[in-house]
């Protein structure tokens, strides 16, 4: 048997088009909803969700 090489940590990009903005809107909707469940407990945690939740509007805005 052949040994196996993987790559930990590799990515795959977004494709463009409308697959990229649907990913992208989904992760956006996540981000949001991540920071309206932490925004008790801890605010810092939620301005880090919110503010990835701007950076892909912006990309989304921009694709669209």
Do not use: H, W
Request: proline share 2%.
């Amino acid at each position: 048997m052949n040994s196996q090489n993987c790559r930990v940590g590799t990515v795959t990009p977004i494709t463009s088009g409308s697959e990229a903005i649907s990913v992208l809107e989904v992760m956006y909707r996540n981000f949001i909803e991540k920071a309206a469940d932490v925004s008790q407990a801890d605010t810092r945690l939620a301005e880090f969700f919110k503010r990835k939740a701007q950076n892909i509007k912006k990309v989304l805005e921009s694709l669209g």
